[in-house]
């Protein structure tokens, strides 16, 4: 062991490289939390395709690389980003015009269009599920819905709360001025019609955990905690790692000119941000990014009958 170890903290390739920043980050003491925490984000607006399994797999290899250089245990969480609300319809699933109805719905309120499982959301998690159990990933699953509702999020919410005009600083420098007029770092969500709602904040109350805006002409006053609002997706990935304490987390290059929102963010709550790596995106056949909310990527299904394929060649 103390051979293959001494290799690994040599080697050059780039997972240990990773691996090795992260140990980094406890040269002086062991996480307080007991373990290393590896995190991947993923968004069901559509069905899950190869990109997924990109980041899952790569970070998977940055996790296994840490495991052969230290004896701190780790884990692995996939956290499913299934409280967004649907902004359009994937143009590779059925029941087009039903979809169409539920916009701004959160995709685990929007109808599964395969009538398979209770919601939109619910059907492409269980893909994503399915596609990372049949690699054999370890890993824990995390839905935002659950994880906003449940009261897991309430703490960090009611920090963003009292922390409201420091979060939005950091956010307005970064929006156009028209962006920043209407801009808030919390979506209400609907208490009618169930929608996330992107409308201006006319106050937060940090002393009792609220906000207040305006809805179809009436004045709304919702708590920030158990699912009734959520953070922006920028704020939500900052402070989604202070709330998990997330020790690394890699995605792709586009995402990368916001890692300092995500970071400040983290530590205007009181968390240390945590490791990043970006890597390049997957294109499709026309060069364009793959996209789940447009469909036009290599889905699991077609990814799992390819590789079982392969394997019978």
Not at 124 to 150: K, P, V
Not at 185 to 197: D, H, N, Q
Not at 265 to 293: A, M, N, V
Request: charged residues 25%; proline residues 5%.
């Amino acid at each position: 062991m103390t051979t293959l170890r001494d290799a690994a903290m040599r080697s050059k390739a780039w997972p240990f490289e990773e691996a090795r920043r992260v140990l980094k980050r406890y040269d002086k003491a062991d996480p307080e939390k007991g373990f290393v925490l590896f995190e991947t984000g993923y968004g069901p607006s559509g069905l899950p395709h190869i990109g997924t399994f990109g980041e899952v797999a790569r970070t998977t290899m940055i996790r296994r690389a840490f495991e052969m250089i230290s004896d701190i245990p780790t884990k692995l969480i996939c956290f499913s980003d299934d409280m967004d609300g649907m902004r359009k319809v994937p143009d590779n699933v059925p029941q087009q015009d039903m979809l169409r109805q539920h916009l701004q719905l959160p995709l685990t309120s929007v109808p599964d269009p395969f009538g398979t499982h209770a919601s939109f959301g619910d059907h492409n998690n269980a893909m994503l599920r399915r596609f990372l159990d049949t690699f054999g990933f370890d890993y824990e699953f995390i839905s935002a819905t659950e994880f906003y509702r449940s009261g897991r999020f309430d703490a960090t919410l009611l920090d963003a709360a009292a922390r409201y005009d420091a979060i939005m600083e950091v956010m307005l420098a970064s929006l156009r001025e028209e962006r920043q007029q209407t801009y808030s770092c919390f979506l209400p969500i609907s208490p009618t019609t169930g929608r996330v709602l992107y409308v201006p904040i006319k106050h937060v109350d940090a002393a009792n955990g609220t906000i207040t805006f305006d809805e179809d002409g009436e004045e709304l006053t919702l708590p920030v905690t158990g699912g009734r609002v959520k953070l922006q997706w920028k704020p939500d990935f900052g402070a989604r790692w202070a709330a998990l304490d997330v020790d690394f987390e890699m995605y792709g290059k586009d995402h990368s000119t916001n890692t300092p929102i995500y970071d400040g963010i983290c530590e205007i709550l009181g968390g240390r941000k945590p490791e990043h790596f970006t890597y390049e995106l997957f294109l499709d056949h026309h060069g364009q990014k793959i996209s789940k909310s447009k469909g036009n990527g290599l889905s699991i299904d077609e990814w799992l009958t390819y590789a079982a394929t392969e394997s019978l060649s």
